[in-house]
């Protein structure tokens, strides 16, 4: 690798350790801890270099630390920069944030094999077809969309807790008969793994650097939940305001979520197609308004029980629209005929989002068939029957027919 131009700082060197230390650092990786005038790291992390091979100042990392970041950097401007990471610094860590503040090409990354990596090699699983959810600042239900009888899957853990936690958590989706393997200190001295089944878990507390491998059982009367859109009316809590299981599946497919997309789900209800539309892919990312506070609360809990807790609630819309980010598109469940709504929405959805519109009643559907004569879309008329007993017989039940309006805001006729 070239040096820096004349007036050009040196790139920042990212360096991968694992717990084996100094010990399992490769040449290119010592040299740049040791020309290092400044190190930065974890306690734990700075410890593992010894005294003799670095004279750089020593920085432990304060929390919060990405608030911190920036003004660190700053601090240090012009100055030989190393900044330790456990094991592959672009693998859920440190080498990822720095990225988003500094650029890639201010960068030389020297990555260890992942904590992932590991784990997959004492399980003899094959790395590209094992799932990896972080708990790292995140909820721990996150893991609970990717749930599915006979599959394995890794949890990076954030503590020695996680693994009583997540044996609690699986207990009581439906997973209990799962087994659990904590790998400790993978690749160091004081490797450790204890393995165990989620529902009998009472192993103690161990080390807190630990990553979990999952087999997942599910048990026989445990309900089915595919990451698909139609997720069984029952599983949601709430007052039984929510968009019906069929017609939460067609309109699902008509917004058509892409990963890292955002949706605005305006009058939520119970923050069934909110939380749907999350749990299609892990990037998804939505927010859902609604007027009562009850509701919002039910959204909230409705979301962390399906595995979506990331999913924003906010009070009324179009008031609660505030400094948001535009989103890629608006799916409008109630509060359709409220003076200003469609045209609030309209206005912050960008040339090429989608707009979907769900009506029941004759008001709300004379509305659609107005907006489609002026915005262009389609429209689509749905009726659901569902099977009821009648006495000793079976009956056809008509459910309310629901109107259905979807447009891609287009430049010419927005």
Same mark, same amino acid.
């Given at each position: 690798?070239?040096?820096?131009?004349?007036?050009?700082?040196?790139?920042?060197?990212?360096?991968?350790?694992?717990?084996?230390?100094?010990?399992?650092?490769?040449?290119?990786?010592?040299? *740049?801890? %040791?020309?290092?005038?400044?190190?930065?790291?974890?306690?734990?992390?700075?410890?593992?270099?010894?005294?003799? *091979?670095? %004279?750089?100042?020593?920085?432990?990392?304060?929390?919060? /630390?990405?608030?911190?970041?920036?003004? /660190?950097?700053?601090?240090?401007?012009?100055?030989?920069?190393?900044?330790?990471?456990?094991?592959?610094?672009?693998?859920?860590?440190?080498?990822?944030?720095?990225? +988003?503040?500094? +650029?890639?090409?201010?960068?030389?990354?020297?990555?260890?094999?992942?904590?992932?990596?590991?784990?997959? &090699?004492?399980?003899?699983?094959?790395?590209?077809? @094992?799932?990896?959810?972080?708990?790292?600042?995140?909820?721990?239900? @996150?893991?609970?969309? *990717?749930?599915?009888?006979?599959?394995?899957?890794?949890?990076?853990?954030?503590?020695?807790?996680?693994?009583?936690?997540?044996?609690?958590?699986?207990?009581?989706?439906?997973?209990?008969?799962?087994? $659990?393997?904590?790998? *400790?200190?993978?690749? +160091?001295?004081?490797?450790? !793994?204890?393995?165990?089944? &989620?529902?009998?878990?009472?192993?103690?507390?161990?080390?807190?650097?630990?990553?979990?491998?999952?087999?997942?059982?599910?048990?026989?009367? %445990?309900?089915?939940?595919?990451?698909?859109?139609? $997720?069984?009316?029952?599983?949601?809590?709430?007052? +039984?305001?929510?968009?019906?299981?069929?017609?939460?599946?067609?309109?699902?497919?008509?917004?058509?979520? #892409?990963?890292?997309?955002?949706?605005?789900?305006?009058?939520?209800?119970?923050? @069934?197609?909110?939380?749907?539309?999350?749990?299609?892919?892990?990037?998804?990312?939505?927010? &859902?308004?609604?007027? $009562?506070?009850?509701?919002?609360?039910?959204?909230?809990?409705?979301?962390?029980?399906?595995? !979506?807790?990331?999913?924003?609630?906010?009070?009324?819309?179009?008031?609660?629209?505030?400094?948001?980010?535009?989103?890629?598109?608006?799916?409008?469940?109630?509060?359709?005929?409220?003076?200003?709504?469609?045209? #609030?929405?309209?206005?912050? /959805?960008?040339?090429?989002?989608?707009?979907?519109?769900?009506?029941? @009643?004759?008001?709300?559907?004379?509305?659609?068939?107005?907006?489609?004569?002026?915005?262009?879309?389609?429209?689509?008329?749905?009726?659901?029957?569902? &099977?009821?007993?009648?006495?000793?017989?079976?009956?056809?039940?008509?459910?309310?027919?629901?109107?259905?309006?979807?447009?891609?805001?287009?430049?010419?006729?927005?």
């Amino acid at each position: 690798m070239s040096g820096p131009s004349r007036g050009e700082s040196a790139p920042i060197a990212v360096v991968g350790i694992g717990a084996d230390g100094w010990d399992g650092l490769g040449g290119p990786a010592r040299r *740049e801890i %040791a020309g290092a005038a400044v190190l930065f790291g974890s306690e734990r992390q700075l410890a593992l270099v010894p005294a003799g *091979e670095s %004279a750089a100042v020593r920085v432990a990392w304060p929390s919060p /630390l990405v608030p911190a970041l920036p003004g /660190l950097l700053e601090q240090y401007a012009g100055q030989r920069l190393c900044v330790l990471a456990s094991g592959d610094p672009m693998f859920f860590g440190i080498g990822v944030t720095l990225t +988003g503040i500094v +650029g890639a090409q201010r960068l030389r990354v020297l990555p260890q094999p992942s904590s992932a990596a590991l784990a997959c &090699a004492r399980m003899g699983w094959a790395l590209p077809e @094992t799932p990896v959810v972080s708990a790292v600042a995140r909820r721990l239900e @996150t893991v609970l969309p *990717e749930l599915s009888d006979g599959r394995r899957m890794l949890l990076l853990s954030p503590d020695e807790h996680t693994p009583a936690r997540l044996a609690d958590l699986l207990s009581r989706n439906g997973f209990g008969d799962s087994r $659990l393997t904590v790998l *400790e200190q993978l690749g +160091g001295p004081a490797e450790h !793994v204890v393995s165990g089944q &989620a529902a009998n878990w009472d192993a103690a507390p161990g080390d807190p650097l630990n990553i979990v491998a999952i087999e997942c059982v599910r048990n026989a009367d %445990a309900p089915r939940l595919s990451r698909l859109p139609g $997720l069984p009316d029952s599983v949601y809590g709430g007052d +039984g305001q929510l968009t019906k299981s069929e017609i939460r599946t067609l309109t699902l497919a008509t917004l058509a979520p #892409a990963p890292g997309e955002l949706l605005w789900d305006v009058g939520g209800g119970s923050g @069934t197609i909110a939380i749907e539309w999350c749990r299609t892919h892990p990037g998804c990312r939505a927010v &859902a308004f609604e007027r $009562l506070e009850s509701r919002r609360k039910q959204i909230t809990a409705n979301a962390a029980a399906l595995g !979506v807790p990331q999913l924003e609630v906010r009070g009324p819309a179009p008031a609660g629209f505030g400094e948001l980010s535009a989103p890629d598109a608006v799916f409008i469940g109630g509060g359709l005929t409220q003076d200003g709504m469609f045209e #609030a929405c309209w206005e912050r /959805l960008p040339v090429g989002g989608r707009l979907v519109a769900n009506a029941v @009643t004759a008001e709300s559907e004379s509305l659609l068939l107005r907006l489609a004569a002026t915005h262009g879309g389609e429209l689509r008329r749905f009726q659901v029957y569902r &099977a009821e007993p009648l006495g000793g017989f079976t009956s056809w039940r008509p459910q309310l027919p629901v109107t259905q309006w979807s447009v891609v805001k287009d430049p010419i006729v927005a």
